[in-house]
Structure formats: C-alpha cells, structure tokens
C-alpha cells in the first residue's frame, strides 16, 4: 500500500491513458485522495467537468 500522493498519481496516470477521461492531468482542478483500511479492495474515482450548461453527463470508474 503506497503513499496517498502516490496513489493518487496512479490514479492520474490510469485515467489519462488512452485520453479516455482527460488529454493531461494538468486538466484537474481538483483532487481528495483518501486511504483506508478495509476487508476488500476497492478504488472509487468520480470525474466531473466544471458545472456549465453544455458540459456532457459524469463519468465513473470504479475498480477493485
């Protein structure tokens, strides 16, 4: 289990491959990486475009 900085640039890195979510991290605003401790795996992301009108619905990834 690695630092939260750490994982969280896992995360970046996972989701800007391919450019499926984003071009390049400089593109995040914001980020809140939180560790816990649990019985199972888990990773949760929620991707949101600021709020305007013309903005496309959210994304979700989620993965164990």
Known sequence: VGDCDNLGKLILDALQQDQLFFKDDSQVSELYV???????????????RPHNKDAPPRKRARGS
């Open 34 to 48: 939180r560790k816990c401790y649990a019985e199972h795996d888990e990773v949760s992301v929620l991707i949101e």
